[in-house]
């Protein structure tokens, strides 16, 4: 597993930070009261600190020892965090009755082993969300180096599918003008005049990134993937 790291709360790149805190908040908004929760990949915590006082029991894990322990400091004694891998989850079955993995499958390399771990301790009236980057076809990341595989659009939903019987996917994208949309789509924006809009949110200007959105229904350019998933399917 490749480790990449991000502080949301003191990171300098402001579009990164508000990617992750529209992921946080679109699970926090899906938290049932008094789940049982296991976080998959606390980094050094900052979704561990929103999470914990909503939960009614709370598990993270780690793959990164010096992440665990700076995770630990964070969040404070009532956390338990562990070092463990997504790909071996050193759990029972039907554990959890809420598990969530934020930008963790795409460091995975075998991200169907994560997902087949998330399915097997999650119990049978349970709640997953996941979160990758959004690919259209499934391959490394050109831009960054710990992204082993980022999985496709069709193949990430088509491997939930295999598992879970309700599985519903949302996009976090930029909302754009049909104009911006065929400026990007054919390389046209510095021509076309539509630059300004993308290289203001590269620089987390707020004017920018107040165009970001997450919906069932993309309306611009798709920047991550989330999964919501339901319905325990046994194995066969």
Same mark, same amino acid.
Do not use: W
């Given at each position: 597993?490749?480790?990449?790291?991000?502080?949301?709360?003191?990171?300098?790149?402001?579009?990164?930070?508000?990617?992750?805190?529209?992921?946080?908040?679109?699970?926090?908004?899906?938290?049932?009261?008094?789940?049982?929760?296991?976080?998959?990949?606390?980094?050094?915590?900052?979704?561990?600190?929103?999470?914990?006082?909503?939960?009614?029991?709370?598990?993270?894990?780690?793959?990164?020892?010096?992440?665990?322990?700076?995770?630990?400091?964070?969040?404070?004694?009532?956390?338990?965090?562990?070092?463990?891998?997504?790909?071996?989850? $050193?759990?029972?079955?039907?554990?959890?009755?809420?598990?969530?993995?934020?930008?963790?499958?795409?460091?995975?390399?075998?991200?169907?082993?994560?997902?087949?771990?998330?399915?097997?301790?999650?119990?049978?009236?349970?709640?997953?969300?996941?979160?990758?980057?959004?690919?259209?076809?499934?391959?490394?990341?050109?831009?960054?180096?710990?992204?082993?595989?980022?999985?496709?659009?069709?193949?990430?939903?088509?491997?939930?599918?295999?598992?879970?019987?309700?599985?519903?996917?949302?996009?976090?994208?930029?909302?754009?003008? $049909?104009?911006?949309?065929?400026?990007?789509?054919?390389?046209?924006?510095?021509?076309?005049?539509?630059?300004? $809009?993308?290289?203001?949110?590269?620089?987390?200007?707020?004017?920018?990134?107040?165009?970001?959105?997450?919906?069932?229904?993309?309306?611009?350019?798709?920047?991550?993937?989330?999964?919501?998933?339901?319905?325990?399917?046994?194995?066969?």
């Amino acid at each position: 597993m490749a480790l990449e790291r991000i502080d949301v709360g003191s990171d300098e790149d402001r579009f990164q930070a508000k990617l992750h805190q529209m992921r946080y908040d679109f699970v926090l908004d899906r938290l049932p009261r008094g789940a049982n929760v296991l976080e998959i990949g606390t980094g050094e915590g900052v979704f561990t600190k929103q999470i914990l006082p909503k939960c009614g029991s709370y598990l993270g894990v780690e793959f990164d020892p010096a992440a665990c322990e700076t995770a630990r400091r964070h969040a404070g004694q009532a956390a338990e965090i562990i070092v463990a891998d997504a790909r071996d989850l $050193p759990f029972g079955d039907n554990q959890f009755s809420f598990i969530v993995c934020l930008e963790v499958l795409e460091h995975l390399g075998d991200f169907q082993a994560g997902v087949r771990n998330i399915h097997r301790c999650l119990n049978v009236a349970g709640t997953t969300i996941a979160s990758v980057p959004y690919r259209r076809v499934g391959g490394k990341s050109e831009v960054y180096p710990y992204h082993i595989y980022e999985p496709g659009e069709a193949e990430l939903i088509s491997v939930f599918r295999q598992l879970f019987t309700d599985v519903e996917a949302y996009y976090l994208y930029f909302e754009e003008t $049909p104009l911006m949309t065929f400026a990007r789509k054919t390389h046209l924006r510095r021509a076309l005049g539509v630059h300004r $809009p993308y290289a203001d949110l590269t620089a987390g200007m707020p004017s920018a990134t107040a165009r970001l959105r997450i919906g069932r229904k993309s309306g611009g350019m798709n920047i991550s993937q989330l999964i919501v998933a339901r319905g325990k399917k046994p194995l066969a």
